[in-house]
């Protein structure tokens, strides 16, 4: 079955960077578009970022100027690199893919479990 793995969070201080990376099985990444979103407490999914199949990326306002999203489809990952962290950046990240998943074959719109960034003042 399709498996999303986000890693790379944690505490970090404000100011601070952190990288997150995104990997996955049972989906191929190469030619599917990809996202990553996030989510704090009592508030709603928010869009952070995507990058289409051919490189091209996007951002929410909250992240354009800090965040990096990149993929490599040679390994199947997509990472989101975060600087210069606020306190509101606190949340749980989420890894999202649309695209053909394996066992059972279904096209579908998936994600992972989350990992979870907190920003110290």
């Known amino acids: 079955q399709v498996q999303l793995v986000e890693s790379g969070g944690g505490l970090v201080q404000a100011g601070g960077s952190l990288r997150l990376s995104c990997a996955a099985s049972g989906i191929i990444f190469r030619g599917n578009p990809m996202a990553w979103y996030r989510q704090a407490p009592g508030n709603e999914r928010e869009l952070v970022g995507g990058i289409t199949a051919s490189g091209y990326t996007h951002y929410g306002d909250s992240a354009r100027g800090r965040f990096t999203i990149s993929r490599d489809d040679a390994k199947n990952t997509v990472d989101l690199r975060m600087n210069s962290l606020k306190s509101e950046d606190t949340a749980v990240y989420y890894c999202?893919?649309?695209?053909?998943?394996?066992?059972?074959?279904?096209?579908?719109?998936?994600w992972g479990q989350g990992t979870q960034v907190i920003v110290s003042s």
């Open positions: 999202n893919v649309k695209g053909w998943g394996e066992s059972p074959r279904r096209f579908d719109d998936y």
